[in-house]
């Protein structure tokens, strides 16, 4: 069981970072490559290469070569919706302290 708990530690690290989330974002709706995913998300070629290499590592993204061309994908939609939820937790999260501070500004 422990073991679990390390793997889910080292996932939610993988996610730790604001671009891997927006490269799991721009690839919820298929593969890309990764010359769109540079255009996407504005990182140097070495910085993303790097990002993908480690979503890659840790089982997040697939890759695949045609030619000179690498494209990636999602290796399992479930990732996709875990971030999904996650995301819904904080805009609920949001609302309520716009709530609490419109509260507190009367």
């Known amino acids: 069981m422990k073991q679990i ?9 993988t996610l730790g970072n604001p671009k891997r989330i927006e490269i799991i974002n721009l690839l919820r709706s298929g593969e890309k490559s990764v010359v769109w ?5 504005g990182l ?3 910085n993303l290469s790097q990002h993908l290499s480690i979503m890659r590592q840790k089982g997040m993204i697939h890759a695949r070569k045609e030619g ?8 399992n939609p479930k990732i996709v919706k875990a971030c999904d939820l996650m ?3 904080l805009f609920e999260q949001l609302e309520e302290r716009k709530d609490t501070l ?5």
């Open 5 to 13: 708990y390390e793997l889910h530690a080292e996932v939610c690290k």
């Open 37 to 41: 995913l540079l255009e996407k998300t």
């Open 44 to 46: 140097l070629k070495a």
């Open 68 to 75: 000179l061309n690498a494209f990636y994908r999602i290796a």
């Open 87 to 89: 995301r819904e937790v």
């Open 102 to 106: 419109k509260k507190w500004n009367r």
